[in-house]
């Protein structure tokens, strides 16, 4: 096999670790001895092991080692955080050549890896499927060089363009995709590190923004509430998850309520990047509604947009948000369609 189905395979067992890894990125490692695989590892959730060592661990006969190449999707720490530093253990268990998806940018490592394993004789070759294992830690560079969440906007829209009927007669959502489709977008919620909202769609849906058609952790809620008129008997009150308050009033956090103070006269959501950066949240779905969703657009604070439609039909109602954008891909998910932009 080559280095570039080696590489593949690190970046299919890495998915396994998106959703629990961070802030961690969630890395592929791959070891290989006389063209076989003897070991793989991805990233344990928070404080546990990285990627490299699980792979090192799971080998069964550790003299292979001296002989092996490992693979992985991202550049080797060289410093201490939870953990100590994956190349010390690649140079003190002998490994000699390693290959590498794409460097880290993050300047706590940002070379000092390589440059680590060159200095104790190791082989390195880097940028092997570099744009793919840059595609897989999109979330990790955003939040790292952007100083912001990686942000994917999603919404779903009816046949002739309305994300809501104009009348309700309870607090429950009208559905306009069907369960598969439903069921993608909680796959997704336990992909992402947050979920926002805005104040008429937690008024009109009073929604739980969990994770319920699929296994996973629950994202942080983040819900825009200017004013904080929000009934505190809605579902994002409950205290179940981690739920940020993005307002212009002055209200102290308590629990799992936390509250960040924005000056809603100017851009917002520029503001709602800088404040989930500081509560570490490296990766958003925002989901509604179209005010808020808007905002990211015209702000251009977005990089990948979701766009479902629906065979349902409201004639009128409150309008899908407007973006200007080819689609870079469609999928057909029994009658929905799935529209999927990129913000290049």
């Not at 076989?36 to 792979?55: C, K, M, R």
């Not at 992402?192 to 009073?206: K, M, P, Q, R, S």
């Not at 809605?234 to 308590?254: C, G, L, M, P």
């Not at 799992?256 to 959501?269: G, M, R």
């Amino acid at each position: 096999m080559s280095h570039e189905q080696y590489i593949k395979r690190c970046l299919e067992i890495a998915q396994k670790g998106i959703g629990s890894s961070r802030p961690n990125p969630s890395v592929g490692a791959v070891l290989v001895a006389n063209d076989q695989i003897i070991g793989e590892g991805f990233t344990s959730p928070y404080g546990g092991s990285h990627a490299e060592v699980n792979a090192i661990s799971s080998v069964k006969d550790e003299e292979l080692l001296a002989k092996a190449t490992l693979y992985v999707t991202l550049e080797p720490c060289s410093h201490f955080g939870k953990t100590p530093p994956c190349s010390d253990l690649i140079i003190r268990k002998g490994i000699p050549k390693v290959v590498i998806g794409c460097l880290d940018t993050n300047s706590l490592v940002a070379g000092k890896g390589i440059e680590k394993l060159k200095k104790a004789g190791c082989e390195v070759h880097v940028g092997v499927l570099e744009e793919e294992c840059k595609e897989h830690h999109k979330r990790f560079f955003t939040f790292h060089n952007k100083k912001r969440p990686y942000i994917i906007l999603k919404w779903a829209e009816s046949q002739d363009g309305f994300i809501a009927p104009d009348k309700r007669e309870t607090r429950e959502p009208v559905w306009i995709t069907n369960e598969r489709s439903r069921q993608l977008v909680h796959k997704w919620r336990a992909e992402e590190h947050g979920i926002l909202v805005g104040t008429t769609t937690v008024i009109a849906d009073n929604p739980k923004l969990n994770v319920r058609n699929w296994e996973g952790q629950n994202p942080v809620r983040i819900v825009v509430d200017r004013s904080l008129k929000i009934d505190q008997d809605s579902h994002v009150y409950d205290q179940t998850v981690r739920t940020i308050f993005i307002t212009a009033e002055e209200k102290e956090s308590q629990g799992h309520l936390v509250f960040e103070k924005v000056d809603f006269s100017k851009p917002l959501a520029s503001q709602i990047c800088g404040a989930l950066h500081r509560q570490n949240i490296q990766s958003l779905i925002v989901e509604g509604g179209t005010q808020t969703l808007q905002t990211f657009i015209e702000e251009d604070l977005w990089d990948e947009a979701r766009v479902f439609s629906g065979e349902i039909k409201f004639l009128n109602g409150v309008e899908a948000p407007q973006l200007n954008k080819e689609a870079k891909e469609i999928t057909t998910i029994d009658q929905d369609i799935l529209k999927v932009y990129k913000n290049d």
